[in-house]
């Protein structure tokens, strides 16, 4: 049994662990960053192409507003390049694809004018959540009171409206439309600033850019600087506080510190035995504040034949298997590569089906839209998050209603010397890497102020 | 380190489980019972009375449909009684208490014609949904997009239903209207016979009968029965499979057996280490399948003043902390005792209390209804559920929109050689003693078939 005595004790070394311990080691606090996986990231992480480059496994995109990451990544020394987005995408209606060119609306102008009266209604909403505190006041506690479909339901007329805002939940809140309140979705609007273009856009958007060498990168960098304080295959298993401070027992590691940076998701803190126990009220957040159900699956092609067909590689069709698909090359690769999101109860059924049907399922799809040649993929590599013990989901929290406005101050509401960090304890990019990484300064800025007490 | 090799271990010593046990052990099986805490009951927690007697902390009644723990308390050689209803009830709307009769209805024509025809209504979706496989066929899909509040806002007109069925909720699913599908509800009330009337009801329902020396009774004496065969303070924190069996590891314990019964809701099998790890869409299910929120609160006087008032105890306060109370002094006591329960968001404000405002606000509610007298209670016997580290909550898991249908099928899905039970998994009564009851017998059941192949 390794033994440690540090001022701060961080759990999880994905990015707002890491983020965590540099911030505090930057305050000139000892920390030691316990990591239950082989390896650092956590919800970022590069799986190898056959030509050696890497793709992201997870997070990847990173947007102009999200100054935190941002920052990060120009401190790490690290380069980003533009997401690949040219050419015409392509919709699946039915069996039919349709091809649409970047500038062109795929929608009449009634969908177009219904589509986009929602979303001012959503943006009106946003700008009445405060991020911080999205369970306080009355516009709060009535629109976490119904799903987001509801509100759906009656406020948009057309079909196009119900496809646009099923697919805008299913890519950025991996869930369906009745899973979650309509509090949920809107605070997540205003933790990213309130405009909803500024996260489904690509160019001044929140996809807008990636991590040169891929978005894993990040924690790598981190973790090299932070060297010894970072023990990696060390799940921890109990946290005790005491008046002096906090012991952390992982396998094989024991810690003692002033103040624990919890950095893995509810779902993991409640595989973590506290003593004293958690409050209640935390106890049955963490209850509630599931993960998502993703599975993120890249296909690997010779070429990327479909650019010279004039298309981009973007593909939606909310009712099939992938939802959405995107050409994900890195910059550097030759090449072809299609990524696309298995989400929600698609993501159920999806992992009920054979290898051989799950191949068959995203290979007629892909046929279907990008043509014969998408037929011979060298390899497909598929994440199943919610198969990963060490994540059980990705990438954001499922609230159904009621959560976020009776239990949601827990999210961040410190439990004697442990504080909370992770992506979807944000306040701005909730559940981006943006988030993870202000979730970890900000955990520290705490405990900084209580020190000063 | 204690070291056992039975033929079935199970998980958990509540009603479940050790009907299990017992089941096993009639079909010839040697069992190893494994429980966390330091008494065997689970939900069913007798508390003791200043005069010596037991009142319930958890479940209590029976009633004369649910076959399985009526049969148990038979054979067990325990007694029944009646449950306490004879004078008039209370309401109270806003400040002010009203009193009816046990044959008054409290309603208006019109309420009471509104209330019937969405009873009626719920029971003819009850009809469509197999209690078994409440996610299967196109009723359960549908009915599981939308929660419980959108069905009654578009069903009933007065504000009188929104009254009852906010109560009925409360009361039986310990959640708020909006946090749960109507699929969960109708669900619930398919296994309960399928009339709403056997779920809210004393005599002839649900309510009629207590155990003559506290519900914790029927899990004492199979306890008893069991003997060595039950272990105490053996929190189990891993389940191994292979080809041959399972391995089943507790604090100081360790047992090899050909099956394992985990008969623990899934908030507390999340916590247990499984390898290999449990599939994914368990795993989804269990991050879903939260605890209600309960706090179950009695308040002990001298005397049952309120007989004397002719008053029967029971107060419908839907508004107030303790939305519902009862009279539950035991047969034999001869104090006066007052159960009341409080329920969701309430729950979680009141826990927000110091205990002299928890305290306040209890004996006010008291007082308002039963008169001064109730302002001098001899003892307040607390039990909160959620702050139970071996419950987590009480006495329902919490189903939202989209988690029977697209997750439902997990509930009882053997994992490899580990089988479920817990109240949450009975198909008639769910969440119930005498749904426990029938799950650790049905679990018992699937490996019997198994062994036979």
Redesign the interface.
């Known amino acids: 049994m390794q033994q440690h005595t540090v001022d701060v004790v961080v759990v999880g070394a994905g990015l707002a662990g890491l983020s965590a311990a540099r911030a505090a080691r930057a305050k000139g606090m000892s920390v030691l960053v316990l990591e239950a996986r082989d390896r650092v990231g956590g919800k970022t992480w590069n799986r190898e192409l056959p030509d050696g480059r890497a793709v992201e496994g997870g997070g990847q995109w990173i947007g102009p507003d999200q100054l935190h990451v941002n920052a990060l990544v120009r401190e790490l020394g690290l380069e980003t390049y533009p997401t690949f987005m040219s050419g015409d995408s392509m919709r699946l209606v039915g069996d039919e694809v349709r091809r649409f060119a970047q500038d062109e609306d795929p929608w009449t102008d009634e969908e177009r004018s219904d589509i986009n009266q929602a979303v001012a209604a959503l943006e009106r909403l946003a700008a009445k959540i405060d991020p911080q505190t999205p369970w306080k006041g009355r516009t709060g506690e009535e629109i976490?009171?119904?799903?987001f479909?509801?509100w759906l339901t009656t406020t948009c007329a057309t079909a196009a409206a119900r496809e646009f805002f099923t697919g805008f939940l299913a890519g950025i809140w991996a869930c369906?439309v009745?899973?979650v309140s309509l509090l949920h979705i809107v605070a997540g609007i205003a933790a990213a600033g309130g405009r909803v273009e500024r996260m489904t856009g690509v160019e001044g958007a929140a996809q807008q850019d990636r991590i040169v060498g891929g978005s894993q990168r990040i924690a790598l960098a981190m973790a090299r600087e932070l060297g010894d304080a970072v023990v990696l295959g060390a799940p921890v298993r109990a946290v005790a506080q005491d008046a002096d401070g906090v012991t952390v027992s992982a396998d094989g590691v024991e810690a003692r510190a002033a103040y624990a940076v919890v950095a893995v998701p509810p779902?993991l803190t409640?595989?973590i035995?506290f003593t004293p126990?958690l409050s209640?009220?935390r106890?049955?957040f963490m209850?509630?504040a599931?993960?998502t159900?993703t599975i993120k699956i890249h296909v690997v092609y010779e070429r990327p034949f479909w650019r010279e067909q004039g298309l981009s590689g973007e593909l939606r069709s909310p009712g099939s298997a992938l939802a959405l698909t995107f050409d994900n090359a890195p910059r550097d690769s030759d090449l072809g590569v299609i990524v696309g999101f298995v989400e929600?109860?698609r993501a159920?059924a999806f992992?009920?089906l054979t290898e051989f049907e799950r191949r068959r399922t995203v290979i007629d799809q892909l046929v279907l839209a990008f043509g014969a040649e998408a037929a011979a993929p060298l390899e497909i590599i598929e994440v199943?998050w919610?198969?990963e013990?060490w994540s059980?989901?990705a990438h954001q929290i499922?609230m159904?209603?009621?959560t976020w406005?009776?239990?949601g101050r827990h999210i961040r509401e410190p439990e004697g010397r442990v504080h909370w960090a992770g992506a979807e304890t944000a306040t701005a990019w909730i559940c981006y890497m943006d988030g993870a990484v202000s979730s970890g300064k900000r955990a520290v800025e705490e405990i900084c102020r209580r020190a000063r007490r």
């Open positions: 976490d009171k119904i799903t479909e509801n369906d009745w899973e779902a409640s595989r035995r126990a209640p009220g106890d049955q209850q509630r599931a993960m159900n929600a109860a159920t992992r009920r199943d919610t198969a013990t059980r989901g499922l159904a209603p009621g406005s009776s239990l």
